[in-house]
């Protein structure tokens, strides 16, 4: 029996040891740098197509601008033409009829110019409201940035969670298998009554069906990590939370995440975009000015070659005077809808303020747990331990030694969920203030700058190619 206990004892230590998540969130030991929070957001910020896309989606933006600028520009375009040509001609005089009849190959080239002088400074407006499209296109990537972080940071920490869970559920029906192989012996010799053997095969099927759930969990954690990280999960080590990254009090972290966060900045642009739109409109009420130059050289081969050429410069003014009201129609939307777009920077920032007191709330929540849930632990291991010596003198039941047990499995499965809660909780609250980002981070990556391509075709006159040379 001696033995028996000490075999019991030692699967208990392995059931107890398989906490150690509890203490550090697993071990950094033999991992590679995927296999770590920060390199797993970098695989995730280099990798994740849902940001790919939104960064083709700004460059796509910054071509606004070169289009608006387009309208400083003069548009220039030439003809050519060439063909043939029939030509009979009849005369009748004094009696007398005269037919005329040849063949003749007409020709010509011309080239023409043509540059907007005015235009209710339309195009100025156009170029400050597609600089300002780059901009809100900007802050809508810096929030897909946030998100992609923000998943790949909780993927990372629900299957870090799992492992221990799953591991926990395991080694806990060892632990079971032990129990009943020992209670079949007590019974054996009459120690204890069929009804304690029969408690400890429900305990033990009950945490096989408990080991099923969390490999279920386990998969799908699994799978979500390959979804949002882009690769295969190996050895995931120890992750620490990122609150010392936020603002130190609540306060301060509403007014950041009212003035920072990515909803609200893109909100501001929107805007700017949209009075921009007014003015734009409100152009078109304005006089046009434009100058054409033109210059046509032709030919016409007969039987002799005969030359016609003429260029010119003419300067046009259109005033416009009414146009059934369509642009008074399109200004009194344009208003509205600048109004709209002012409501909705308000709501982004209650928006934005309800995010951040409800992350600091969690972060401060999922902090209190792991107290309560360590002092939980500390307290089911001395029950744990009590409860069997007791058991062993016949002081205790073997239903009190399988609950002893339960509950010391429940609390280090809390402890496990507390201290992922808390790691999330911390990159959350950074992500309604609007500093989640790979360079506050300090991710082991490259960080793709947009400002790049931006200046690369800003000021392009022609080419098809892209920067990147596709």
Do not use: C
């Not at 600089?131 to 790949?152: K, Y």
């Not at 069997?388 to 003198?393: F, G, I, L, S, T």
């Not at 911390?426 to 609007?434: E, I, N, P």
């Amino acid at each position: 029996m001696a033995g028996a206990t000490t075999r019991r004892h030692r699967f208990a230590a392995a059931a107890l040891a398989a906490a150690g998540f509890a203490a550090a969130l697993g071990s950094s030991a033999g991992t590679t740098l995927a296999d770590t929070l920060p390199g797993a957001l970098a695989q995730a910020y280099q990798n994740n197509p849902q940001l790919n896309s939104q960064r083709a989606i700004v460059r796509s933006t910054d071509e606004n601008v070169p289009t608006a600028l387009s309208g400083y520009r003069p548009s220039v375009s030439a003809s050519a033409s060439v063909g043939y040509q029939h030509q009979r001609t009849e005369q009748a005089s004094a009696g007398q009829r005269v037919v005329i009849e040849g063949d003749f190959m007409p020709q010509g080239v011309g080239i023409t110019g043509t540059q907007t002088l005015f235009n209710g400074f339309q195009t100025g407006n156009r170029v400050r409201q597609a600089e300002g499209q780059v901009s809100a296109a900007r802050e809508t990537l810096r929030l897909i940035e946030q998100n992609v972080l923000l998943n790949g940071a909780t993927a990372y920490m629900n299957l870090l969670r799992d492992t221990a869970i799953l591991d926990l559920q395991r080694r806990n029906v060892e632990v079971l298998q032990e129990q009943l192989r020992q209670t079949r012996d007590r019974f054996a010799v009459g120690e204890v009554t069929r009804t304690d053997v029969a408690q400890s095969e429900s305990r033990l099927a009950a945490g096989r069906s408990q080991v099923s759930q969390a490999e279920s969990n386990y998969t799908s954690s699994k799978a979500t990590y390959r979804q949002v990280i882009g690769v295969e999960p190996g050895k995931l080590a120890a992750a620490t939370p990122v609150d010392r990254l936020s603002p130190a009090n609540l306060p301060g972290a509403i007014g950041t995440g009212r003035a920072q966060n990515p909803n609200v900045t893109a909100a501001m642009f929107g805007i700017d975009v949209q009075a921009l739109q007014v003015k734009i409109n409100e152009g078109a009420l304005y006089p046009t000015l434009t100058a054409t130059a033109n210059a046509q050289q032709s030919w016409q081969v007969s039987p002799v070659i005969s030359k016609q050429g003429s260029a010119s410069v003419i300067g046009q003014l259109s005033v416009p005077i009414y146009q059934g009201g369509a642009n008074y129609a399109q200004i009194r939307s344009a208003k509205e809808t600048l109004g709209q777009k002012r409501l909705d920077l308000e709501t982004a920032r209650d928006q934005a303020q309800a995010n951040v007191v409800q992350a600091w709330g969690q972060l401060v929540a999922a902090k209190a747990q792991i107290e309560a849930t360590q002092a939980q632990v500390s307290a089911a291991e001395i029950a744990l331990n009590g409860v069997r010596e007791e058991a062993r003198v016949g002081q205790r039941t073997t239903l009190d030694v399988l609950n002893a047990q339960q509950e010391l499995v429940n609390a280090r499965v809390a402890l496990v969920t507390a201290q992922r809660d808390r790691v999330v909780a911390s990159y959350t609250l950074l992500s309604a203030v609007g500093r989640l980002s790979p360079v506050v981070l300090g991710l082991p990556t490259s960080i793709y700058d947009p400002v790049t391509h931006y200046h690369q075709v800003r000021d392009s006159w022609s080419g098809v190619r892209t920067p990147d040379g596709r």
